[in-house]
């Protein structure tokens, strides 16, 4: 049994307050506007108001973009076109402020926090803040073994919870939620795969940017990761501890815990989008407090988001990882925030005094 009552997140995870949702329809309705005619930006404000719990809405000023990087033992068999070593290399980039993810934080004024689950690197290769979590070095491959323990599944899942809790408690008012790792599209393709009843080939993308060749091999990956999903599908822990990872497990309790403590979430990629697919299993509502960044152009992405009913702000298909393509969604929510809460109300028109009676001078 999981040391995790995942029912207790099921029953304890509510919906975002409509009646601020409400209000804020009204305060639009009440605008000197044209109905409607600031299009999705008075939805995304609805949101924002119904997770805030206030009308007019908080500035959005405490953004973190967390990044959760593993590597996965199914690269093993050539499913990506990035080499071995480059999940480091990509962590260091973030670190250093090189990366695509940093140059926007910036550009936005978010903060960036990486957090090493299972990077295929020695325990000393990034700070310690950074690997103080991780759970082991990569993962299992997923087509004919598992990617963890039971036993590492849950505590990597207990890292998430652990992880919102702290972003909640310093003030974190966003978050948008990124990957790194070699091989990670694949286990996210099968967990949707999974979850979403398709066959390999119609979760099967392009991720890193691989050719016919490698799609192929990839495919029959994902389909013989599919055989040893579906015996495990009841049990969400056993299913990411089978074909899932330390990162998907962690973001998995992240953004549950994240709907518990009413932290709003931006999500990413396929890998994100693959972990909040696991996480709607588990708490229907939970999918309310997240927005979907973009679309990277992944079809399992797409198909996970159908299921969810949750519809992307933007399709950049960017797919640099690292949460660089939500992170462009972030000017969108602070443009609705300050919308509602700056656009004046009109004043009623107050009446013309009446001038007094002439004075008779007889």
């Not at 402020?97 to 299972?118: E, H, K």
């Not at 990629?269 to 997240?290: D, H, I, K, N, Y």
């Not at 969108?332 to 009446?354: I, N, S, V």
Request: one cysteine or more; hydrophobic letters at 50%.
């Amino acid at each position: 049994m999981s040391t995790f009552d995942l029912d207790e997140f099921s029953a304890q995870v509510a919906r975002p307050d409509d009646e601020y949702r409400l209000a804020a329809e009204q305060r639009f309705d009440a605008l000197d506007l044209p109905h409607g005619a600031l299009g999705e930006l008075q939805d995304l404000a609805g949101w924002l108001a119904a997770v805030q719990a206030r009308v007019p809405t908080r500035p959005i000023s405490q953004a973190k973009v967390l990044v959760f990087a593993a590597d996965h033992g199914i690269a093993s068999l050539g499913v990506s076109a990035l080499p071995p070593g480059t999940t480091a290399r990509r962590v260091r980039e973030v670190l250093d402020g090189t990366a695509p993810v940093s140059v926007l934080a910036r550009q936005f004024g978010a903060q960036v926090r990486v957090v090493d689950m299972a990077v295929d690197a020695d325990e000393d290769a990034f700070p310690a803040e950074v690997s103080r979590h991780r759970i082991r070095r990569g993962s299992g491959r997923i087509d004919v073994e598992n990617a963890l323990t039971r036993e590492e599944a849950e505590r990597a899942f207990a890292v998430g919870v652990a992880l919102a809790d702290e972003e909640a408690d310093s003030g974190t008012d966003l978050v948008v939620l990124g990957d790194l790792g070699v091989g990670s599209t694949t286990v996210a393709s099968v967990l949707i795969g999974v979850l979403c009843g398709t066959d390999a080939a119609a979760v099967t993308g392009r991720g890193s940017g691989i050719d016919d060749k490698v799609w192929m091999v990839k495919c029959a990956a994902i389909r013989d990761s599919l055989r040893r999903a579906r015996p495990v599908l009841a049990d969400q822990i056993d299913l990411l501890a089978a074909v899932g990872g330390a990162d998907f497990a962690a973001m998995a309790g992240f953004l549950l815990q994240c709907a518990m403590r009413r932290v709003p979430v931006l999500l990413d990629g396929v890998v994100s989008t693959a972990c909040a697919l696991v996480a709607q299993r588990v708490a229907f509502r939970a999918p309310e407090w997240w927005r979907a960044g973009q679309l990277t152009g992944e079809p399992a992405q797409a198909k996970a988001y159908e299921r969810m009913s949750i519809t992307p702000l933007q399709q950049q298909r960017v797919a640099a990882g690292g949460g660089a393509g939500a992170l462009m969604a972030l000017p969108l929510l602070r443009g609705a925030a300050a919308l509602l809460a700056e656009l004046p109300l009109p004043q009623p028109e107050l009446e013309p005094e009446k001038s007094a009676d002439p004075v008779d001078e007889a």
